[in-house]
């Protein structure tokens, strides 16, 4: 199962572009990435998800360089709303090739803190 | 309309009680998972079913016995309950073909306390 690694925590300014860069060496050639946003109190919540290249959505972009050993969740002009922990995770696409599940393992993710 | 809900919320018991936690998703999902999240904010998984199948068993102490009446349900009993089990629950759903298997809907948790 490929490991990830982020950084523990992050600051940054309102109206900041924030980028967290997640390492997964081990990744597989059937793994995609995807990341989860936790606010306190609530459970992880989805936020994008790729396999290489660049995905773009409503709320964030990632970027997955051609080795894809690693990955950038880039969240553009952040907001106080968006301090929370983010999750970067590695699992496979279609569960029959991993044998017919999928465990996705969370790090001990990312702690955004957003200042006025 | 809740995608997946988690009965109790709050949970507040003594060591040695069996207490259950419930859980329901309406996404018509065949993935189901429980885990756990201790104080430290690590999230743990413990369990998945597949169309009420387990599938994942995370060396889970014995005293957790997760069931799936249905691919709806997902429930979890936890006999003698220690100290340690203090912990927040998730419970989690996902479809299990193509992408979607790594994109989990959570439930809000289930903040267990033992005293």
């Known amino acids: 199962l490929a490991k990830t690694t982020q950084p523990i925590s992050m600051d940054s300014y309102e109206g900041q572009e924030v980028n967290i860069t997640c390492s997964h060496n081990?990744?597989?050639?059937?793994?995609?990435i995807t990341w989860y946003q936790q606010f306190p109190s609530q459970g992880p919540r989805f936020i994008i998800q790729?396999?290489?290249t660049k995905v773009t959505n409503e709320v964030a972009s990632l970027f997955i360089p051609a080795d894809r050993k690693s990955s950038t969740l880039s969240l553009p002009r952040v907001s106080l709303s968006d301090t929370a922990v983010y999750y970067c995770?590695?699992?496979?696409?279609?569960?029959?090739?991993?044998?017919?599940?999928?465990?996705?393992?969370f790090g001990a993710g990312t702690r955004l803190a957003v200042h006025p | 309309d809740t995608a997946v809900s988690q009965t109790p919320k709050y949970l507040v018991t003594q060591m040695g009680n069996d207490k259950s936690i419930k859980c329901e998703q309406n996404?018509?999902?065949?993935?189901m998972y429980w885990y756990k999240q201790d104080s430290k904010k690590f999230l743990k998984i413990m369990f998945s079913?597949?169309?009420?199948?387990?599938?994942i068993n995370e060396t889970v102490p014995n005293r957790f016995s997760p069931k799936s009446p249905d691919k709806a349900h997902l429930n979890l009993h936890i006999n003698s309950l220690e100290l340690g089990d203090s912990a927040v629950y998730f419970c989690?759903?996902?479809?299990?073909?193509?992408?979607?298997?790594?994109?989990?809907?959570f439930g809000a948790g289930s903040r267990l306390t033992v005293l």
């Open positions: 989690a759903s996902s479809p299990t073909e193509g992408g979607g298997a790594n994109v989990l809907t």
């Open positions: 081990n990744i597989a050639t059937n793994d995609y």
């Open positions: 790729g396999y290489k």
């Open positions: 995770l590695v699992g496979a696409y279609n569960v029959a090739f991993s044998g017919g599940y999928n465990k996705l393992i």
């Open positions: 996404l018509g999902h065949d993935t």
């Open positions: 079913y597949n169309n009420k199948e387990l599938i």
